[in-house]
């Protein structure tokens, strides 16, 4: 939370009245003509002097924008902060906020990276950099980002930055120095739940299963409210083939919390494993819902739609827009851009769009040779039905629909990172109640000026 100091408005001197005093003229006979008067007109008003608010009265205005819903107004309102005072590290951390808030990441990027100009240890630009790194996959600039401030004697054990350089390292497979971290996050908060459930997933990535689920029951004596324990707790079953007892601890966790993404998540793609589209569909537009930036719960949310095409073309173009969505957040996806090609090729309506999509598909590099055999048949066949003006195009070879894939193989039930865990939270109780793992990230909430830094939750990096 922050605290801005709140001016007293100014208030506006008197207005001045002119009026016009009205000339007489006597006449008599041998006097020249009278001269012609100007009609005497209606007393004018002085145009009103422009209001001029001070730096912190627009902050504060600014703010209660931003807390309404008016994100216009407060963009204006913290520009016009930075032009009066353009070493408002706050009017700055805010505009990058703002930026975040509508999904333009790079636009955020910029504006976090001046915030830190201006104040170069400023943590709550440090945590939400770091978060925005890892929406783009980009952990090592988490890891270039993070050492250089953790070198600092007066820094060396920050708890929050120690715990999403943990998840960066882990993140980049360097799992001795994320364990080492964890422990000198331990060494100053012996009882951190957060460094408990990072280390759990050093474990869980590295194949030693029972000591994760050791480690995250620990976790969980620390924390019970924690839903991230238990999404972790979830993930540990399911490596542990128990699907049911996993199914419930991700349900647990949004019960906890139903603003809990990662547990929507994981939902949504046990359905998706089951085929149960019209349930993974409504887990992931919940999960889109929660974090429209985060470009996993969108490419899940297109899956979920592509395997209802079948049933309802229609299904496909909406798709085909969610792939679509996901491209603007990571336009080199290979997935969504050949993904969205063949959903929109599942209605007439789509097929312009299909034909310069599955072409782009088709220069990827990524893209194996049997897929672009595929997609040249399909070419052909759209191409052929455009010109012909057929209602449909001819039956093509089914094509099952696409399964969430993970770095390394595996769906997003595999997938376990720091962010999903770490968003709110949360570890397992020994008999069937379990848990997952955490993340540290600065508050989503516009920062006051002279605001020490946002609120924390202190654990791994920044959730999507």
């Known amino acids: 939370m922050f605290h801005a100091r709140i001016p007293q408005p100014s208030v506006l001197g008197p207005r001045v009245l002119l009026a016009a005093a009205a000339l007489a003229a006597a006449a008599c006979a041998t006097a020249p003509p009278v001269k012609k008067q100007d009609p005497v007109g209606v007393a004018q008003k002085a145009p009103p002097k422009p209001v001029v608010r001070s730096a912190d009265e627009r902050f504060r205005e600014a703010v209660q924008a931003f807390q309404s819903g008016n994100l216009e107004e407060a963009r204006k309102g913290f520009t016009e902060v930075l032009r009066k005072q353009p070493d408002s590290v706050a009017a700055q951390f805010n505009l990058a906020l703002l930026a975040e808030r ?26 939400n950099l770091g978060r925005l790194f890892r929406l783009q996959d980009r952990a090592q600039e988490i890891i270039t980002l993070y050492e250089p401030i953790l070198r600092d004697e007066s820094r060396a054990h920050d708890v929050e930055l120690l715990n999403n350089l943990t998840v960066a390292y882990r993140l980049t497979r360097q799992y001795d120095k994320a364990e080492a971290a964890a422990r000198r996050v331990l060494e100053r908060r012996k009882d951190d739940p957060e460094a408990y459930k990072n280390l759990a997933l050093i474990y869980f990535e590295q194949g030693n299963y029972p000591l994760a689920r050791f480690v995250t029951e620990k976790a969980y004596q620390l924390d019970d409210k924690d839903p991230g324990v238990y999404n972790l707790y979830g993930m540990i079953l399911l490596k542990l083939n128990d699907r049911g007892a996993a199914l419930t601890q991700f349900k647990k966790a949004v019960s906890l919390n139903d603003r809990f993404a990662p547990g929507h998540l994981n939902i949504g793609a046990m ?6 589209y019209a349930a993974a569909e409504t887990a992931f537009r919940r999960a889109v819902e929660l974090d429209g930036t985060s470009s996993e719960a969108r490419l899940y949310l297109a899956y979920a739609l592509d395997g209802q095409k079948g049933r309802d073309p229609k299904k496909g173009l909406a798709a085909g827009e969610a792939f679509e969505k996901v491209l603007s957040l990571r336009p080199d996806s290979p997935e969504a851009v050949c993904g969205a090609g063949w959903a929109y090729a599942a209605d007439k309506q789509g097929y312009a769009k299909a034909i310069s999509l599955l072409e782009r598909c088709k220069g990827l590099s990524s893209v194996p040779e049997v897929e672009r055999q595929k997609v040249d048949v399909k070419l052909k066949t759209l191409a052929q039905v455009m010109k012909a003006g057929q209602a449909q195009a001819a039956p093509e070879e089914k094509k099952p629909t696409p399964r969430p894939a993970t770095p390394g193989g595996g769906g997003l039930l595999d997938k376990v990172t720091a962010e999903e865990e770490a968003q709110e939270g949360a570890a397992p109780t020994p008999q069937g109640e379990a848990p997952p793992a955490g993340d540290g990230a600065a508050e989503g909430t516009p920062q006051g000026q002279g605001a020490e830094a946002a609120e924390q939750k202190g654990a791994p990096t920044p959730t999507p």
Do not use: F, I, V
């Not at 509508?102 to 945590?127: F, I, M, N, T, V």
């Not at 359905?271 to 149960?276: P, Q, T, V």
């Open 271 to 276: 359905a998706l494993n089951y085929r149960d």
């Open 102 to 127: 509508e999904g333009k990441l790079d636009d955020a990027k910029r504006q976090y990276e001046a915030a830190l100009k201006l104040e170069p240890a400023h943590k709550p630009s440090l945590l």
